[in-house]
């Protein structure tokens, strides 16, 4: 997958690093695979509906936060590019 839409993948790293003011971090610092949350790029809650808003307005996409899958959706950069493929595919 984070292979097949680099663009993409791209983008969103440049949109979580603008929406959440992450300016000491560059895209290529985080991984398509990297959890985002946590151990990983150390996000919290806040950041997650920060960077949920900002998804929704970029791409157009209605994300349900309260959904059980949301959270899977938003553990990897990787993730939420084919998250943001298949919703807007709907």
């Known amino acids: 997958m984070s292979d097949t839409h680099p663009d993409l993948i791209l983008e969103i790293k440049l949109l979580i690093i603008d929406a959440l003011g992450l300016e000491d971090i560059s895209a290529q610092d985080i ?50 590019a084919a998250f943001v493929i298949a919703k807007k595919a709907a």
């Open 31 to 80: 991984g398509n695979d990297q959890t985002l949350f946590g151990d990983g790029l150390g996000l919290d809650s806040v950041d997650a509906l920060e960077l949920g808003l900002a998804i929704q307005k970029k791409y157009g996409i209605k994300i349900d936060a309260d959904a059980k899958d949301t959270r899977n959706h938003f553990s990897n950069v990787a993730s939420l």
